[in-house]
């Protein structure tokens, strides 16, 4: 499969899972069209073209040719320099790769992150939420963000993909969406009753028994293993955490518990006081399954060798 259209898969099935409904989506791809169009010629040679046609801004070719053919590629969770030069080295000794695939964002892709953060207050809405507060919660979180990656050396890694002339691609906020809409339908569809019910139902995945047996499995952060899950939200995609003053608001809504990837000391600390349990499942793992579920979409389509690095493991379903 050519690596344009691995990018297109991504986007149709990153759309495919996410929690906003389909008028949600399209409002978002207008608007940033909107935006576009509204920009002086000299502006719009800044403006990332790629927004127009997906809604992931953590979802990016970084580096290679799109129409190169992709027979095998390395997948890791974080793809830093080392293991670029480590899939130069097996390039040398044969083994190279059409493509190597990080979950986690770089370069542009890391750049514009909080741009994917306004999907949250899409959900927030579709949680309960009053439109003008869901925007007024996010809105400051997402500048927060925005300021703190505004200082990040995004074009280290992708410098090195482009000296070393290797492929590289991230896909994070589609594999988010389908881990939490797996779980959350998982979830959903069990109801479990008591917080160790929710971490026995993780511990049915491969991805998180892997993630236990290494130390870092499902944990629960708030509560007793007895307490009552009551209302489950699953919150694991939206680019990063949250806004910490919406969790009153979750509480109002009757939410009882959080199934979450990680969550900040200061976001703990606001969970607490609004007496919500929190299951934490764990993030490598949880991005593991997100991975695993849309690589598996992925080589329904094609014919894909896929080798393991960087806190990722392969298991198909």
């Known amino acids: 499969m050519k690596l344009k259209h691995i990018y297109e898969c991504f986007?149709?099935?990153?759309?495919?899972?996410?929690?906003?409904?389909?008028?949600?989506?399209?409002?978002a791809l207008q608007e940033k069209r909107r935006e576009y169009r509204k920009r002086k010629a000299a502006a719009r040679k800044f403006f990332d073209s790629e927004k127009l046609k997906n809604p992931y801004a953590d979802l990016r070719i970084l580096h290679g040719d799109p129409q190169v053919d992709v027979k095998r590629m390395l997948v890791g969770i974080d793809i830093d320099v080392g293991e670029l030069v480590m899939a130069d080295r097996m390039a040398q000794k044969g083994e190279g790769f059409d493509l190597v695939l990080a979950h986690h964002p770089k370069g542009i892709a890391l750049a514009g992150l909080d741009d994917v953060?306004?999907?949250?207050?899409?959900?927030?809405?579709?949680?309960?939420?009053?439109?003008?507060?869901a925007g007024d919660l996010m809105g400051k979180r997402i500048q927060e963000v925005a300021r703190n990656l505004h200082s990040v050396n995004h074009a280290r890694v992708v410098d090195a993909a482009k000296l070393l002339d290797i492929p590289l691609m991230c896909c994070h906020t589609p594999a988010d969406n389908h881990v939490a809409r797996y779980l959350q339908k998982l979830v959903d569809a069990q109801k479990p009753k008591t917080l160790e019910q929710i971490v026995r139902l993780l511990m049915k995945e491969p991805e998180y028994r892997y993630a236990a047996a290494l130390q870092a499995g499902p944990q629960i952060l708030i509560g007793k293993a007895k307490n009552e899950a009551g209302k489950v939200f699953v919150d694991m995609t939206g680019g990063t955490e949250g806004s910490k003053d919406v969790f009153a608001r979750l509480s109002q809504l009757g939410v009882r518990t959080l199934l979450g990837m990680h969550y900040s000391q200061e976001h703990f600390r606001r969970i607490k006081s609004e007496h919500i349990n929190v299951v934490n499942a764990g993030h490598i793992?949880?991005?593991?399954?997100?991975?695993?579920?849309?690589?598996?979409?992925?080589?329904?389509?094609?014919?894909?060798?896929?080798?393991c690095c960087s806190g990722f493991r392969r298991f198909r379903r």
């Open 11 to 27: 986007i149709r099935e990153g759309i495919w899972a996410d929690p906003r409904t389909p008028q949600q989506i399209r409002k």
């Open 117 to 133: 953060m306004r999907l949250q207050t899409d959900l927030l809405v579709n949680l309960g939420i009053k439109k003008s507060i």
């Open 285 to 307: 793992a949880s991005d593991n399954l997100g991975m695993n579920l849309i690589l598996d979409r992925l080589t329904k389509k094609a014919d894909i060798e896929i080798v």
